[in-house]
């Protein structure tokens, strides 16, 4: 009956030890990146901030990982998957193969670009842990940095994987939070103008 009571006891103190941290960690609002939420459903929240249909996204330029200037705005007039991304994110790792694919039969048939900015500022191993993800992926579409997180404010991701879809018009068509596969990506594109 004692260890019962006591391992209670400390059970209850665990738990009250970490909703403590995690207030204070939110009221703090030191980084903001150590609060993400990492989403397992194809779920479409429009409760959650992000740009809206219809508005043009922020332009923007990173450096790419192959070490080029990667800048949005030279994509107008083509379909856009824009990406958001992390190589310790579980959903995100259970995307990439689908986007690969998707990429390798659809670029050019489609006139579609997939860009997956990765948020590098979250990545604990550095440039060597993303390159690592790209290689065990296989992945050849663009992978600019946001070194700072500028371009993930901007867009307003709170949950990864984010993704928009940008249409030739250059105006948002879709937003998606969580994981996609091959299907519901050539859905989604199909129906940006």
């Given at each position: ?114 860009v997956a ?53 250059g ?23």
């Open positions: 009956m004692k260890k019962k009571m006591i391992g209670s006891i400390i059970a209850a103190l665990l738990i009250g030890s970490m909703v403590v941290i995690m207030v204070k960690s939110n009221l703090d609002n030191e980084d903001p990146l150590d609060n993400y939420i990492v989403s397992a459903d194809y779920s479409e929240d429009d409760s959650l901030p992000g740009l809206e249909k219809g508005s043009i996204p922020p332009d923007f330029v990173l450096s790419s990982l192959s070490g080029e200037t990667f800048r949005l705005s030279d994509l107008k007039g083509k379909k856009v998957i824009l990406n958001f991304w992390a190589s310790w994110c579980g959903p995100c790792k259970a995307e990439m193969p689908h986007m690969q694919k998707y990429y390798e039969k659809n670029k050019d048939k489609e006139n579609v670009e997939i900015v990765n948020l590098s500022e979250t990545e604990k191993r550095g440039q060597k842990g993303i390159e690592e993800f790209v290689d065990a992926y296989g992945l050849t579409f663009p992978i600019p940095l946001d070194k700072e997180g500028a371009v993930m404010k901007a867009y307003k991701v709170l949950i990864i994987p984010t993704t928009y879809f940008i249409g030739t018009d105006k948002v068509g879709q937003r998606i939070t969580g994981p996609m596969d091959e299907k519901r990506l050539k859905e989604l594109v199909e129906n940006l103008d």
